[in-house]
């Protein structure tokens, strides 16, 4: 009877430390790709904008005010893409 309960113990241990391993890993794995969570995407310039609800007409030129303030930046990188998340709260 002893080593019955002892495996049964065992096997929701390995089952739970499985569980947290995948939860984890998922976890990680939307830290890493977030662009699965927004359903909604456009592109300027060196600009990806992600988000949740589709975007106002004025992203445009707020994208061509934030690349311009990087122009004039140190830290430009021409060949850099940037990758926004915008985030709405619903």
């Known amino acids: 009877m002893g080593r019955s309960i002892r495996r049964r113990v065992r096997r929701w241990l390995c089952a739970g430390g499985a569980g947290v391993v995948a939860v984890a890993a998922l976890y990680l794995l939307l830290l890493a790709f977030p662009g699965a969570l927004f359903a909604h995407h456009a592109s300027r ?13 004025r992203i445009a030129a707020t994208l ?16 850099m893409v940037h990758h926004v998340y915008i985030c709405n709260g619903s």
């Open 45 to 57: 310039g060196a600009f990806r904008v992600r988000s949740d609800e589709p975007s106002d007409a």
């Open 64 to 79: 061509d005010e934030a690349a311009a303030r990087l122009a004039r930046s140190p830290l430009d990188d021409p060949n």
